[in-house]
């Protein structure tokens, strides 16, 4: 029994990523990232620099406009952005806190 990958075909894929491939969040997101664009290169320089971001983002929904936006509606939370940022202007906000805030100032 040969259990190689010798006698597969080839296979590509052609289909392209587009944001929110994984669906629409939902209500389940634990943390929301939110960026501070006194530190975000691109903001601080006002010209298309670093957007890193932007590159490791898995669900492709950070922007690659000045500023960068976030479309939350799509985005799982996941922290990566975050996580990569070079200057740490992304950081990773409580849901449940956002909440709170909201309902305080109603």
């Not at 929301?32 to 664009?37: E, K």
């Not at 957007?51 to 960068?68: K, N, Q």
């Not at 939350?72 to 449940?96: F, H, N, Q, R, W």
């Amino acid at each position: 029994m040969n259990l190689g990958t010798r006698d597969y075909p080839k296979k590509t894929s052609h289909s392209e990523h587009a944001p929110g491939d994984g669906g629409r969040t939902g209500s389940w997101r634990v943390e929301r990232p939110v960026i501070d664009q006194s530190l975000c290169i691109p903001c601080k320089r006002n010209k298309e620099a670093c957007f890193i971001c932007w590159l490791f983002c898995p669900e492709i929904v950070i922007s690659r406009t000045i500023p960068p936006v976030i479309d939350l509606e799509y985005c799982k939370g996941c922290g990566i952005c975050a996580e990569e940022c070079p200057t740490k202007a992304i950081t990773m906000v409580d849901e449940s806190l956002l909440e709170q805030d909201k309902k305080e100032k109603e």
